[in-house]
T-cell receptor
C-alpha cells in the first residue's frame, strides 16, 4: 500500500540547472497538487491537476513546469533552478467530488537545496 | 495581507491543559475550512474539517464564524502526542481544490 510517494527525498543542485521532482500515487485519485513550504509562509500551491492532461496554476507557479500524461504521475520541473526555490516540496492527491470537501493526502516531501 | 493568518505561537502548555488556536481568513466567499496537523519534518495530515455549526471529534472542537471570518480549534486535556504544528486551511472561493494554508501554529505539550 504505497499511497503517494515522492522522489528524490533530498536533492542538492546548482543555480541554473534543471531539476525534476517526481510524484506517484496508487489511489487513482483525480486531483494532484504541488506545494512548496517555506518558513513563515506555510504551504503555497504551485500547480494542480484535475486529471491527465489538465493542469492549472496555483498561487506561485513562476519558474515551474508540470505535466500529467498519466493519472498516477505528476512531475514538477524547475527549468532553471534559483536559490529562492530552495524549499520543501510536497505533492498531494485527492478524489474528485461534486460537493463537499476533498481531503488532500500528502506525500513525504522532497527537500530541495539550490546552491 | 495573507489570505489565511494564524498566530505562529509557539504555545507551550502542560499535559491536561486546554489550548485554543485562532485563524482568520480574508476571502468572505471561501466555502471549505479545515485544520491539518503537521509533525516535525513530516507531511501535513487532515485533523478535521470545520463546519458552520461547529463540530467536535473527541478532545478536538472546531468552530467557524463566517461573519468575522474566523476559525478556531480547541484542544482539551492535551496529550504529549498533540505536540505538532496546526495548519489552518481555507479553500478559495468557487474552487474547493485550491487551498490556502496558514503558516501554522506550533504547539508543545510538556509533562
Amino acid at each position: 500500500d504505497a499511497g503517494i510517494t515522492q522522489s528524490p527525498r533530498y536533492k542538492i543542485t546548482e543555480t541554473g540547472r534543471q531539476v525534476t521532482l517526481m510524484c506517484h500515487q496508487t489511489w487513482s485519485h483525480s486531483y494532484m497538487f504541488w506545494y512548496r513550504q517555506d518558513l513563515g509562509h506555510g504551504l503555497r500551491l504551485i500547480y494542480y491537476s484535475a486529471a491527465a492532461d489538465i493542469t492549472d496554476k496555483g498561487e506561485v507557479p513562476d519558474g515551474y513546469v508540470v505535466s500529467r500524461s498519466k493519472t498516477e504521475n505528476f512531475p514538477l520541473t524547475l527549468e532553471s533552478a534559483t536559490r529562492s526555490q530552495t524549499s520543501v516540496y510536497f505533492c498531494a492527491s485527492s478524489e474528485s467530488r461534486t460537493s463537499g470537501y476533498n481531503e488532500q493526502f500528502f506525500g513525504p516531501g522532497t527537500r530541495l537545496t539550490v546552491l | 495581507r495573507k489570505e489565511v493568518e494564524q498566530d505562529p505561537g509557539p504555545f507551550n502548555v502542560p499535559e491536561g491543559a486546554t489550548v485554543a488556536f485562532n485563524c482568520t481568513y480574508s476571502n468572505s466567499a471561501s466555502q471549505s475550512f479545515f485544520w491539518y496537523r503537521q509533525d516535525c519534518r513530516k507531511e501535513p495530515k487532515l485533523l478535521m474539517s470545520v463546519y458552520s455549526s461547529g463540530n467536535e471529534d473527541g478532545r478536538f472542537t472546531a468552530q467557524l464564524n463566517r461573519a468575522s471570518q474566523y476559525i478556531s480549534l480547541l484542544i482539551r486535556d492535551s496529550k504529549l502526542s498533540d505536540s505538532a504544528t496546526y495548519l489552518c486551511v481555507v479553500s478559495r472561493a468557487g474552487n474547493n481544490n485550491d487551498m490556502r494554508f496558514g503558516a501554522g501554529t506550533r504547539l508543545t505539550v510538556k509533562p
